[in-house]
């Protein structure tokens, strides 16, 4: 299921540059289409380890460290300033031009993260 | 939870509505590095009792202290210019802002607060009624460093927030114009240290309610204001040798403009800087002959102690 991501962050104006990891770069005051594959490599980019250390004191791996990798949330459960990201049905309308995500507008390499 | 690294850590503000309650981050800024700690402010107990061990602990003030060191970028300074004791006016026009930062004298608390969210190994920490008792910028690896060294009410648990981080540039070389006396730019200084203290202090009152069971700070204030400045410059002649044994004043701009854009800067103005010290030292046969200066500040014809001009597209109301 793709996103709309709308971006409006009253503190930057229109046509600034901001970055989400995960996503990539885009424009404040844009809105966004963003696919699945985006959506996934946004949770992946913001996975965390939530492993532990084996406290079974019985286990061949007493005080050993478990690897462990937890996906980080999903765009609809993150509350991210000033950007709205609601699920998108076939064809729905946006209440402003929407820029498709596979045209550019995201960086193609957002490990870059802009220069700040 | 796994072992985590600093990378992985992020720093947002937000000002408070209400001092010392929490408000999400509304700015995310990279930093170099934080050190925000919780003061318990135990009392251990040593009375007479037959017995030379601390007897106990008495659950005390508590308050919120740390540095949080991060490039200068235009459009975080002034957040935390905020959170100082300055009377800040916006002007320009959207989206080029210019925010004319100028020290007042009328009042022990800042003009707004900060909660201050941090982001380590994935825990999130919650520091509210933030205020910024110095503020030190200096040149640091060839770019302009703010170091804030920050007093805070409480800290508590919070959601773990979602950064999205913005493309300002820091201040680097060739993007200097240093003035001494204002006016007259100078072309023989490599390093200053410009700061502002105001002398913050954690203030606790006699009381029962409130964060921590009524331990937490009543509130944090504001004492005697220091700006100072110390820089090095090539030493040529004795002109300005001359100038501080007669103890003159002059005025010193130092103005750095970001990605070569006059609405990307930051500038300060001391109106009346005097030489509290000079030292002119040879130290080794290939060193150059360099004056390491210390300037403090009194009032200016206008009572500042000094100016700040931030330009910056980030709009602040």
């Known amino acids: 299921m793709p996103y709309r991501m709308e971006i409006n962050q009253p503190n930057l104006a229109d046509g600034a540059e901001l970055w989400i990891h995960g996503l990539g770069m885009f424009k404040n005051g844009e809105t966004y289409d963003i696919t699945d594959e985006q959506a996934e490599k946004y949770r992946l980019d913001n996975a965390r380890d939530s492993g532990e250390i084996e406290s079974d004191s019985e286990s061949p791996h007493f005080g050993v460290q478990h690897l462990a990798r937890e996906l980080g949330p999903s765009l609809l459960d993150v509350d991210i300033h000033g950007i709205t990201v609601t699920e998108v049905t076939a064809n729905a309308p946006s209440s402003r031009p929407v820029v498709s995500s596979s045209g550019g507008a995201p960086s193609d390499n957002d490990d870059e993260g802009g220069a700040s | 939870m796994g072992i985590g690294i600093s990378g992985g850590g992020s720093l947002g503000l937000a000002f408070e509505t209400n001092v010392g309650v929490y408000a999400s981050p509304t700015k995310y800024h990279p930093i170099l590095s ?46 935390y210019l905020y959170a100082m004791r300055m009377q800040i006016v916006r002007t320009g026009t959207s989206p080029n802002w210019v925010y004319t930062c100028t020290p007042t004298s009328l009042s022990v608390f800042p003009t707004r607060t900060l909660s201050l969210t941090v982001v380590r190994n994935s825990q999130t920490f919650g520091y509210t009624g933030c205020v910024v008792s110095k503020l030190t910028l200096g040149i640091q690896n060839d770019i302009l460093q703010a170091d804030m060294d920050i007093i805070g009410l409480n800290e508590a648990i919070q959601n773990q927030p979602s950064p999205t981080w913005n493309t300002t540039v ?59 400045m110390t820089a090095s410059r090539d030493f040529i002649d004795r002109t300005d040798y001359n100038a501080f044994q007669a103890t003159l004043p002059q005025s010193i701009t130092i103005l750095g403009t970001a990605n070569s854009s006059v609405y990307n800067s930051i500038q300060f103005l001391m109106g009346n800087a005097t030489k509290s010290a000079m030292q002119i030292v040879m130290g080794a046969q290939g060193d150059i002959v360099r004056s390491t200066l210390t300037y403090d500040t009194v009032i ?18």
Request: charged share 15%; glycine share 12%; proline share 5%.
């Open chain 2, 34 to 79: 934080e050190s925000l700690e919780f003061m318990p402010g135990l009392m251990y107990r040593r009375p007479i009792r037959q017995s030379i061990d601390q007897i106990g602990v008495v659950p005390g003030n508590v308050s919120v202290s740390g540095t949080v060191s991060a490039e200068a970028l235009d459009d975080i300074l002034v957040y």
């Open chain 2, 170 to 228: 820091p201040i680097g070389p060739g993007q200097w114009n240093v003035q001494v006396p204002t006016g007259t730019q100078i072309f023989d200084m490599d390093t200053f240290s410009f700061s502002i203290d105001e002398a913050g202090t954690a203030n606790y009152r006699l009381k029962n309610t409130g964060a921590n069971a009524g331990r937490g700070a009543q509130f944090i204030g504001f004492g005697e204001r220091t700006v100072q």
């Open chain 2, 300 to 317: 200016d014809g206008n009572g500042n102690a000094c100016q700040l001009a931030v330009n910056t597209q980030e709009t602040i109301s």
